[in-house]
């Protein structure tokens, strides 16, 4: 299992990033839970967002809330992470993540190598 993660980079606040998982060594059609969490330095792990395909399963963190929007394309084996009005604090390494379950301490599998986001003006 590979979990290829794309799309971080500096942005002023107020702007937007998509970032993009690719998913190797397994098949989203299988419907497997898949979610994204980040880690800022000195920071605990903080889970974004996740989604269960199989049993419904749905978690956005009150951070994110009406900001960011998660979607799966299953043709491409790629989860994507849609991030507006950015703010500084949602600064952090962003990580993909196949996951045992989803709910609000969603149970961890795999994940992948993280991309950086920095907001900042």
């Known amino acids: 299992v590979q979990l290829q993660a794309s799309g971080g980079g500096l942005v002023q606040p107020g702007g937007s990033l998509t970032l993009s998982c690719v998913a190797s060594?397994?098949?989203?059609?299988?419907?497997?839970?898949m979610g994204w969490f980040r880690q800022a330095p000195g920071k605990d792990r903080e889970w974004v967002e996740c989604h269960s395909p199989s049993d419904g399963g749905t978690f956005y963190s009150d951070s994110v809330k009406g900001r960011f929007t998660r979607s799966r394309d299953n043709v491409k084996n790629t989860v994507y992470l849609q991030m507006t009005s950015l703010k500084p604090e949602d600064t952090a390494v962003y990580y993909c993540a196949r996951l045992y379950y989803c709910d609000d301490d969603p149970g961890l599998e795999y994940r992948g190598q993280g991309t950086q986001v920095t907001v900042s003006s």
């Open positions: 060594g397994f098949s989203l059609v299988e419907e497997y839970a």
